[in-house]
T-cell receptor
């Protein structure tokens, strides 16, 4: 099993450009998550999908959209990138219930100039 | 809203010394608590978790954590630190379908 995979690993954008970060898991997990990590701020939840067909906002959703394409895949889209979105983005998945462990991907380092 | 506080931004310990990383949480009911570790340039890996039962939880890599309800704490400990333990450590509390993370503690190990 590959676990949680993310593409790309690195990306540089110019202000106003758009892009989609891809995430896939092969563990048959129900829930998937997108976080951003900034120095001194820990991980902050952007969006999550508790199950296939549902998505919900997290703590910092502004400027982002998500799509739960199927049970395996959960993408994060930046429609018009801003320098404030420079960050490391992590995708995670979780099997099912409360208290289940979240499994994290390796991250995407995004720079917006 | 649930919250997690990790009061130490950086901690430096000597190799072979003991380690304790602090974590305090705010949660109304019995919490689900987690410790994750992140090596430089990597994703997060679960060290251990607490749901209920024995308040002393054993994890991977020789780590343990103790849940103290009266102090709303879930401190991470290791009796003897190795240079490879240098990393950033995150405490988290489960909040329904989500996790709420602390801001992390960076551990430096000096030889």
């Amino acid at each position: 099993n590959a676990g949680v995979t993310q593409t790309p690993k690195f990306q540089v954008l110019k202000t106003g450009q758009s892009m989609t970060l891809q995430c896939a898991q092969d563990m048959n997990h129900n829930s998937m998550y997108w976080y951003r990590q900034d120095p001194g701020m820990g991980l902050r939840l952007i969006y999550y999908s508790a199950s296939e067909g549902t998505t919900d906002k997290g703590e910092v959703p502004n400027g982002y959209n998500v799509s739960r394409l199927n049970k395996r895949e959960f993408s994060l889209r930046l429609e018009s990138a801003a320098p404030s979105q420079t960050s490391v983005y992590f995708c995670a998945s979780r099997p099912r219930g409360f208290g289940d462990t979240q499994y994290f991907g390796p991250g995407t380092r995004l720079t917006v100039l | 809203a649930q919250s997690v506080t990790q009061p130490d931004i950086h901690i430096t310990v000597s190799e072979g010394a003991s380690l304790e990383l602090r974590c305090n949480y705010s949660y109304g009911a019995t919490p689900y608590l987690f410790w994750y570790v992140q090596s430089p340039g990597q994703g997060l890996q679960l060290l251990l978790k607490y749901f209920s039962g024995d308040t002393l939880v054993q994890g991977i890599k020789g780590f343990e954590a103790e849940f103290k309800r009266s102090q709303s704490s879930f401190n991470l400990r290791k009796p003897s630190v190795h240079w490879s333990d240098a990393a950033e450590y995150f405490c988290a509390v489960g909040d329904g379908n989500k996790l709420v993370f602390g801001t992390g503690t960076i551990l430096r190990v000096k030889s």
